[in-house]
Nanobody
Framework: QVQLVESGGGLVQAGGSQRLSCAAS???????MGWFRQAPGKEREFVSA????????YYADSVKGRFTISRDNAKNTVYLQMNSLRPEDTAVYYC?????????????????WGQGTQVTVSS
């Protein structure tokens, strides 16, 4: 079992930055991690993912060049640095973990999910 706890959300002005953290506990070794988000009235969407070694990273086109995913395996923590935030980035952001080391952009491939953290970008 893996438990995931997100933190770092809140209110930020457009153009600002925010860093989300996802602290993992339990069996975390060898797992790919991802960030997804869900805005009100919309389906959950992929944001970013990172492989176990950190060498493979993927981003949704909508955040490419603005968001950076990273991980510190010694701390069992994954980060999402979000820069140049836009109002359309407003959503609940979820951290997720796979049972495998390979990255996936498909939410169905993830086995464990955090409770989510709200990010609100004001215009």
């Amino acid at each position: 079992q893996v438990q995931l706890v997100e933190s770092g959300g809140g209110l930020v002005q457009a153009g600002g930055s925010q860093r989300l953290s996802c602290a993992a506990s339990g069996r975390t070794s060898g797992r790919a991690m991802g960030w997804f988000r869900q805005a009100p009235g919309k389906e959950r969407e992929f944001v970013s993912a990172i492989g176990w070694s950190g060498g493979s990273t993927y981003y949704a086109d909508s955040v490419k060049g603005r968001f950076t995913i990273s991980r510190d395996n010694a701390k069992n923590t994954v980060y999402l640095q979000m820069n140049s935030l836009r109002p359309e980035d407003t959503a609940v952001y979820y951290c997720a973990a796979r049972r495998f080391a390979a990255v996936s952009t498909n939410g169905e491939a993830y086995d464990y999910w955090g409770q989510g953290t709200q990010v609100t970008v004001s215009s």
